[in-house]
C-alpha cells in the first residue's frame, strides 16, 4: 500500500467538521428560543455568531494542542487520538469567553437601563422625601 495514499486519508480523519456542527447546533438552539418567544431574533443573531465562533477558535486551538501533544509525547500513532482529545477541555473553555464577549456587547444596553431605572424612581424619591420632611 502506498504510504502517500495512507497518510492522504488519515489526514482527513482529524477534520471533525467542528464548524459546521457547531454553527448548525447553536442555530437550531437560538431558533427554538426564538419560536418560544424567550429571545428576540436580533439576539439570536448575535448569539449564534458569538456562540459558535467561540466555539469552534476553542475546539480548534485544542485539536492543534492535543495533536501537539500526542507526537510530541507519544509519537505520531497518537496524533488523531490526542487530536480529538484535545478539543473537550480547550473546547469546554469557551462559554467563559462567550459569556465574557455578550457581556462587553451588552454594557451600553445595560447602562442606559440603570440610566432609565434612576429617571424612573427619582419623582417617587423626591415624593418619600417631601413627605419625611413634612413630619
Not at 82 to 100: E, T
Request: hydrophobic share 40%; glycine share 6%; net charge neutral.
Amino acid at each position: 500500500m502506498d504510504n502517500k495514499k495512507t497518510l492522504s486519508h488519515a489526514e482527513d480523519l482529524t477534520d471533525f467538521e467542528i464548524p459546521y456542527i457547531t454553527f448548525i447546533v447553536h442555530t437550531a438552539s437560538n431558533a427554538k428560543r426564538v419560536w418560544r418567544n424567550d429571545l428576540a431574533v436580533e439576539e439570536a443573531v448575535i448569539y449564534i455568531l458569538v456562540d459558535s465562533t467561540t466555539k469552534i477558535a476553542f475546539a480548534s486551538l485544542g485539536k492543534v494542542t492535543g495533536t501537539a501533544l500526542g507526537i510530541t509525547l507519544f509519537g505520531p500513532q497518537f496524533t488523531l487520538l490526542w487530536g480529538r482529545y484535545g478539543c473537550n477541555p480547550i473546547g469546554s473553555q469557551s462559554n467563559y469567553a462567550s459569556n465574557f464577549i455578550k457581556k462587553a456587547l451588552a454594557r451600553h444596553e445595560e447602562k442606559e437601563l440603570k440610566e432609565s431605572f434612576f429617571i424612573l424612581t427619582e419623582p417617587v424619591l423626591n415624593k418619600v422625601d417631601e413627605i419625611q420632611n413634612a413630619k
